[in-house]
């Protein structure tokens, strides 16, 4: 036996949408219902486990076998969901996944989609979402439905058990041509331990914060019923029109209207409108869903989605989503944190101005480190940026970053010819700088610093334009980044030839265009052509997922090209840390864009400069690229 290809059905009282996979399976009710199987791509066997039928020894022997690969599509389900149904934790040595196969290509991660992408012979069934509901969730009662409840659906469930292992197989067929490296299913190996090891979370600050929340909302809703008079003041068109009989005419009740109106309010007026924005904040839903996802060892698993990403390969946020938590800047957050852990909301009323801004911002230290451990924290600074300059040549930038200059000032003295210092002479130009690198690193305009709120900044709109011209004219190189990408795609689409810009390669083949990254790993663009855009330019096209995940034909540029190139980079930088870390004993136990958190001893004697030191090993196909990772130790997870 080489190869095992498996797809299972399963049965929980655990919702596996908000709870994810770990808890759900470890629910005293879980059961797999049904193992389908093939060997070596062999016919599809399916063991009807709820029906009282065995897994063959030689099956439970491959199962613990890293030299048998054992490939499912979300493999990640079916390899936790067996550890449960076993007792042990089946190591994610020798497993591989489907999905990601998909991922690499640019595809879609839905198995359903993919079949229909590939045109399979084989189809995933459409019953299958009516037999799930059926067999794997309880009636509205809380019982399960067993097998004798419904013999001809059951006989169609194993039918669809079984058929989704062809389609599997058939997806693998497809996709031969063009394997996923050894290296990137080292680096699913090790996220795969790092979701199985989890976080801790502090499941009385969460619990609290939930309690706090509710209760001062409720104060909120009674002060705001009392003042209006209205049934509902929550209510947007209610609220809107009462603030219109009271002089205050709004367009909306979404929270930039809210935020103009609140300008130049007064009185009672103005009172309403802070209550709306309390009533309106969403500050604990991060604590419920943390609260949804944690396991009886009070930690929860499988936060990060290896290649959920797949225009660049990076991780994709599951159930708390990580990778958009709230920032922290109150100065005094371990205060704060206590008095939520003490249930003290009257307390937390009165000392800070927002009871939801204050619960938002304590999210992050939810997290805890376990029994003994602190976190290290450490991430790499300002890496887009640096890499955007590596690639580019944009020598100015790159010095910068190697004198330890503020790359905001420095991109500031560049666009105004001035010396700009951050707490300095001609200070004021910073935040230019700032919003100018953030917005116009990947071909971005006017919009682009609209959109990344520079008229709230305070600049103006006539300052915009400015802003880009000055940014493009101090950073060449990068400019002429973008039309080289451009042209270098366009050429191997065109010519199906492949094309070298630097350390970047272009090539067109059976059906795709591949972007080999200076890491050597590719982009994949499905179906590219060259069309017209709206302002009757040539303009790059490819098919993938759109709106609402609609599989639909997308335009991309030169500029757009560049960033998922910059992002790439970045994402193999961090993978390559994070394998070295862990390969060295060190438990991540998460990690938010290009920051690691890791779960260390106390008394190991590891320190932050340590971790930094494995973080800034540079690869050899990154030599001059000036990367720098920065950390600090605490108690809680928190931004530094």
Known sequence: MRTLSIDIETYSPISLAKAGVYKYCNHPDFEILLFSYAIDDCAVRTVDLASGEQLPAEILRALDDPAVVKWA???????????????????????????????????????????????????KMSEGKSLIKYFCIPDKHGHQRLPGSDPDGWRLFKTYNARDVEVETQIRGKLTNFPVPDYLWEQYEVDQRINDRGIRID?????????ID???????????????????PASPLQLQEWLNQHGCPIESMAKESVDDALAYASGEVKEALELRQEL???????????????????????????????????????????????????????????????GNGEALDMLYSSVPDTLSQLIRTAFIPSEAHRFIVADYSAIEARVLAWLAGEETTLAAFKNGEDLYCATASAMFGVPVEKH??????????????????????????????ALKMGLSEDELQPIVDAWRQANPNIVQLWHEVDNAATRA??????????????????????????????????????????????????????VARKWQKLETYGGKLVENIVQATARDLLAEAITRIENAGHRIVMHIHDEVVIDEPINSGTTVTDICAFMNELPQWAEGLPIDAAGYECGFYQKD
């Open 280 to 342: 309106s904040r969403s500050s604990v839903a991060k604590y419920r869903k943390m609260m949804a996802a944690t396991c009886t060892d009070q930690r929860t698993h499988g936060l990060l989605q290896f290649y959920g990403a797949n225009r660049t390969g990076r991780w994709a946020g599951r159930l708390v989503q990580v990778q958009n938590l709230p920032r922290n800047y109150l100065p005094d957050l371990a205060q704060a944190r206590g008095l939520v852990r003490d």
């Open 493 to 546: 689409i065109s010519t199906s030839k492949p094309v070298t810009l630097r350390n970047l390669g272009f090539e067109k083949k059976s059906g795709m265009i591949f972007i080999t990254l200076p890491s050597g790993r590719r982009l994949a663009y499905v179906k590219p052509g060259i069309g017209v855009n709206r302002f009757g330019g040539t303009s790059i096209t490819y098919w993938g997922q759109g």
């Open 214 to 232: 509710e209760s001062h909302r409720a104060q909120a809703l009674a002060r705001a019923q009392a003042l209006t008079g209205l049934d509902n």
């Open 203 to 211: 499941a009385t600050l969460a619990a609290n914060a939930i309690t």
């Open 73 to 123: 599509y979300n493999a990640a389900f079916e390899r936790t969901c067996l550890s449960a149904y076993l007792g042990r934790r089946l190591d994610p040595a020798g497993w591989r996944c489907s999905m990601v196969w998909a991922a690499t290509l640019g595809l879609p991660l839905s198995l359903k989609d993919v079949g229909a992408v590939l045109n399979l012979d084989s189809q």
């Open 424 to 453: 300095g002479v001609n200070s004021e130009l910073r935040q230019k700088g700032k919003i100018a690198v953030l917005a116009c690193g990947y071909n971005g305009s006017v919009g682009a610093l609209k959109a990344m709120g």
